[in-house]
């Protein structure tokens, strides 16, 4: 059973920094892409960004030039540096791990809260 644990939460002031980290209990190199997901009181779960088995990277609109996603094969995590973070960024951040045939796994969330 695949595990996933995310770490690196907390409360910060807009403008200010965060990196969230995603520890797989396997080998991530095994899984097709990583991401990172937010999902905020009252509204869907999102896309923040995500990363292939390749390296290839996609984000959303919303955290273009602020966030940087990146994997670390050799510490099976993988990372999501946020940067000039917004009141509107406040919400729980998932990691995600996707397999073949529709497989995949969540991680159990981690709280960022951005101040203003």
């Known amino acids: 059973q695949v595990q996933l644990v995310e770490s690196g939460g907390g409360l910060v002031q807009a403008g200010g920094s965060l990196r969230l980290s995603c520890a797989a209990s396997g080998d991530i190199f095994r899984f097709n892409a990583m991401g990172w997901y937010r999902q905020a009181p009252g509204k869907q779960r999102e896309l923040v960004a995500r990363?292939?088995?390749?390296?290839?990277?996609n984000y959303a609109d919303f955290v273009k030039g602020r966030f940087t996603i990146s994997r670390d094969n050799a510490k099976n995590t993988v990372y999501l540096q946020m940067n000039s973070l917004k009141p509107g960024d406040t919400a729980v951040y998932y990691c995600k791990a996707d397999r073949t045939f529709g497989i995949y796994y969540w991680g159990q969330g981690t709280q960022v809260t951005v101040a203003s």
């Open positions: 990363i292939t088995s390749g390296g290839n990277t």
